[in-house]
């Protein structure tokens, strides 16, 4: 069946450049002797996951307790959870896993470590630890310096908890390469401070973990990084474009969507809207709009309802006629998969496979 | 339980203001002689869509041939897609649920009527039909007038098609109330002309399905509908809010969630992003942020991550500690009720009761 047979809207995978994005990305941390240890967040799918681990990912990272239960069912180990989970149920859950799997969490602050071990205590479990710092973006994480090494310090005290190093988000790093470059060298700063911390109190720290997609292939510049956590480069998508952090040509997911109405003047509707794309503009160039529309690139997707998306056809050359299927590169691909059930997996626009996002939704 | 020890992030549903909600829309329905076919897009729960048949409702309005059937599986009836379905797979399943069901379609294009006739009468099947006009949004819908009377003449020769009348979507009414009045009286001469288009013609119209929540009292000043298809009133929240269509204290949906990271000054981190929320900013007023925290209206959650929640506690005289738990009221609930899989019910702050958020994620 081709693509455009689906059923409409669809979220489809094209396995030729997913398998290309996998293979560069662990190429480069295979050169650069890092490891990779992917968010999995972006695909939620414990299929796409072994083939990470397949090719060399030294395992994966997930946000929340139910990815990991997701990603642990399906057989695979070595799971960071990069959220300072806070619930004792979560935390019950967490410990479980913990039994006979090497699971990390990152954390940030005492009141957690606590909550932590108790919930470890509890279940004669014994899980990672990764001390998160901010290297710039100022969302979670402490200052580099001697507040990391406090609480790195504490964490070794408590049962349950083995400290194993450290963890920052490289999401500041953002925008053109020269953007990107040069918020990378203010990071490696502070990567630099937290590391040295730690060498001033002669506390040995095995992982310093960074990363995101459009930093992972400067991670070369940032020294003491030893593994990187990018998401979104399974697939890419227009964020990751407009950064020039990727081509086209390499933007791995698409909606498959049907004109629906052409009733109003200089407009198609199609059968996609904010349900089906979210509702996640363009970081970098808000001036796109919802997506881009891989057969009328003139035409602009300029607004989503949850179930309608708005065309503008009055530049486009091509007539967008009800009855036909186009397909568009999301904005923010993270965002879209967790609005879908399934993913429909094709080569050359012929549908081989189906993928269920087994771990969409999962928020607990 | 109370709601604050439910494992975080969640959505709770305040079954006292939901009630409350749903008698006053059934009330003014029934004041002004109106049908009403409520939207269950907000909610895509078969028990709340039951609540609102037992209140007096008409039927039901869903956007999605798979929302349909999740209301049919229910046993509910009487239901109309309002959107112009097309595609092979999805008109099979349609006209399979019109047998033996009062199913409508509203379309707004000959073509999507052609499919629609070939798919009922695949299967003996007969569906009405509302032809479907602008009142002034600009998004489906012909102009109100002779197009309109044309494709219902095309609609009455199609066999398994059943013309029933028209509609139209009020999402151009919005904005503060003398906004949304003076909208009110042109979409208001919209329907007029669309309605006498038919009387000229001699072409009896059953229904005329206007509505949406931010509209639904003001229906009384647009004549000639028959019913209103409002949505977001069962739970409203900071849109309607905004728009002055409802109060605070009668918003019936709010996201539990915990305070994980205090690390960065003057910022507090929830374990609730865009995938509990949605990423749907405010319309009427993207100052306030992605939620109005109730435990601290003065500190903003001012981004959304996918997973955290940044709240600027820098103005705000709550202390917002690792640990805590907030609840908050959504910008578009719509949007965020469909990143849940289950709703958990709340009468003065325990949870009473689950729903399964069953039509979440039936995009086909």
């Known amino acids: 069946m081709h693509r ?10 094209d396995l030729d450049i997913l398998e290309d994005n996998l293979n560069r990305m662990a190429h480069y941390c295979k050169e650069h002797g890092l490891g990779l240890r992917p968010h999995t967040k972006t695909h939620k799918t414990p299929e796409l996951a072994r083939m990470q681990v397949d090719r060399g990912a030294v395992g994966l990272t997930v946000a929340k307790v139910g ?26 859950r967490l410990a479980k896993l913990a039994r006979g799997r090497n699971i990390l969490l990152s954390l940030d602050n005492e009141a957690t470590a606590c909550e932590l071990s108790r919930a470890m205590a509890a279940q004669d479990a014994t899980i990672g630890v990764l001390v998160e710092f901010d290297s710039g973006l100022g969302r979670c994480g402490l200052e580099p310096g001697i507040a990391c090494v406090e609480l790195a310090t504490k964490v070794t005290k408590l049962e349950g908890l083995r400290f194993r190093g450290l963890m920052t988000y490289f999401g500041s790093i953002w925008g053109t390469e020269d953007e990107r470059r040069a918020e990378a060298a203010h990071v490696a700063g502070r990567v630099g401070h937290a590391i040295r911390g730690f060498e001033d109190a002669r506390i040995p720290i095995e992982i310093v973990s960074g990363g995101s997609t459009p930093a992972a292939l400067l991670t070369e510049s940032i020294p003491g990084i030893t593994e990187i956590r990018p998401g979104t480069y399974v697939y890419n998508d227009l964020n990751t474009f407009y950064q020039g952090a990727c081509n086209l040509g390499e933007c791995a997911a698409r909606i498959v969507t049907t004109v629906v109405s052409t009733a109003v003047a200089g407009r198609a509707i199609v059968d996609a809207g904010s349900k089906t794309f979210s509702s996640d503009l363009l970081g970098s160039g808000p001036k796109s709009g919802y997506g881009y529309i891989v057969e009328a690139p003139d035409a602009k997707l300029f607004n989503l309802s949850e179930e309608h998306g708005s065309v503008d056809i009055s530049n486009s050359a091509s007539r967008l006629n009800v009855g036909e299927v186009v397909t568009v590169i999301p904005n923010h691909v993270c965002a879209t998969v967790n609005m879908h059930d399934d993913a429909f997996l094709v080569r050359n626009d012929q549908v081989v496979g189906q993928w269920r996002v087994a771990g969409r939704g999962k928020i607990r």
């Open 4 to 13: 455009k047979e689906l059923s409409t809207p669809a979220l489809t995978i």
């Open 67 to 92: 990815e990991a239960e997701v990603m642990a069912d399906a057989g695979l180990d070595d799971i960071l959870v990069a959220y300072p989970v806070w619930g004792v149920e979560k935390l019950r």
